[in-house]
């Protein structure tokens, strides 16, 4: 007999919030009516939107890389970076409301070379210093195409960035590799050579659209 497998679309670290929320709307509905029970029913709904894990379709092509997250791209600049061979990268920053979903895909196929964490501000993720003054995680990818990095940033109102893989994974593109709660800044940084497809301002969707061409890399050609 074929058992039929059920993905739930919200993201697993969600339902510690969905599920006391849930109790609560119960208990709140019961002893409270509809001055309790209401309020807590729309934070419940909205706790459940905010932590949606849509299924996402890849584009065609393994040498696209794709959005690492939900949103609007805020800049699109080569910036000085000394981890890259040639001392500079590419960098694309997103910014992701509360109504955007939190999850962060994996930009391209590659191996976790490592993941940093460093502790920081809290300013609004819109503000471009909040790039290297906010908490932040960056997670290293060793690629076919050369080195790549995609940075979780805080924000304001997000105080908690998870990351779901760990040094020497191989990840695949589209993959999740983490989530920021609640409101945040994901930026990638691509090599040198990458044909970037999109324009500041653009709405982008994790996993989904397509950042620009990846550029063979001759060592590895």
């Known amino acids: 007999m074929l058992r039929m497998r059920y993905r739930l679309p919200v993201a697993p670290d969600g339902w510690r919030f969905v599920v006391p929320l849930a109790i609560l709307t119960v208990v709140g509905w019961r002893f409270g009516g509809l001055i ?9 709904a909205f706790t459940l939107y905010f932590f949606r894990d849509p299924e996402r379709e890849l584009p065609a092509g393994d040498n696209l890389a794709v959005a690492p997250a939900d949103g609007k791209i805020l800049s699109i600049e ?21 109504f955007d979903v939190h999850l962060n895909r994996c930009p391209a196929d590659g191996t976790v070379q490592s993941v ?17 003054e906010n908490e932040h995680n960056v997670i290293a990818l060793d690629t076919r195409w050369g080195y790549m990095e995609v940075k979780q940033i805080a924000g304001v109102i997000a105080r908690r960035i998870v990351c779901y893989c760990r ?11 983490g ?17 970037i497809w999109v324009r500041k ?13 990846l550029a063979e890399n001759e060592k590895r050609s």
């Open 116 to 132: 940093r964490h460093t502790p920081g501000r809290f300013h609004n993720a819109l503000l471009e210093k909040s790039s290297e």
């Open 36 to 44: 309790a029970g209401l309020p807590l029913t729309v934070l419940t």
């Open 167 to 177: 040094t020497g994974s191989a990840v695949k593109r589209g993959e999740r590799i």
């Open 179 to 195: 989530l920021i709660r609640f409101g945040s800044r994901t930026e990638v940084y691509l090599p040198l050579g990458t044909e």
């Open 201 to 213: 301002g653009d709405r982008v969707r994790g996993g989904a659209t397509p950042l620009g061409r």
């Open 78 to 98: 080569k910036v000085e970076c000394e981890r890259f061979p040639q001392g500079q990268a590419l960098k694309v920053g997103i910014f992701l409301s509360v």
